[in-house]
């Protein structure tokens, strides 16, 4: 199991088959997918599907969504990380994306900052892109907050099937400014 980052609080690792059983959790909680157009989860085979779909991506793109895990408890949180988007968005397509999702219960304590923050890092030292893009229904704002923590603009507005979303961007330049 490939470990790809870590922070001072966090691992981010390769999922695995066994983080099944915290994907369902994640995924089973309306709350954490109220700003996303996806219905809850009703069978635990589905959590086994993303985590089948997330490890195929690692092969077919060289990166992918990670299970973050806290480093003092070894427990899974959520994910976080890259994905190589190949549909189109806000009139882009074939773009690497920054996005995250985690269990409510370790909302507010930073950990999606800090988890964002380790990904733009390893886009930019590991996989040496030269931008990287992220989305957030304008209504969720602590999405909204921790892209902007970690340094991302805000470009401009769209529409997403009905929703006002949020667009933004980072470039490799901005980041190194942002690191310094
Ligand atoms: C989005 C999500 C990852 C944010 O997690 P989080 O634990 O709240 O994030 P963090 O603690 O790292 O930071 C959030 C920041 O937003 C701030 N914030 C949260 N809600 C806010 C609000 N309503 N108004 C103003 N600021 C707010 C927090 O205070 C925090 O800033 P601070 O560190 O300066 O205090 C979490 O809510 C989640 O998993 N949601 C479900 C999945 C999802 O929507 N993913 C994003 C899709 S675009």
Redesign the pocket.
Known sequence: MNILAETSRLVLREFVRSDTDRMYELYTDPL?LQ??DEKPFNDIKQAEEVIEFIRKQYIDNGTGRLAVLKKDTNEFI?WAGLKYVTGSYNNHSNYYEV????IQR?????????AAQASLDFGFNELKLHEIYA???SG????R??LE?IGMHDLEKFDLEGHEHDWFKITRTQWEKWKT
């Open positions: 954490v700003y996303l959520g996005g995250y999702r985690f370790y909302w507010g304590k930073g950990y999606a900052t800090e989305m957030a229904d969720n704002v602590s999405s907050m921790v923590k």
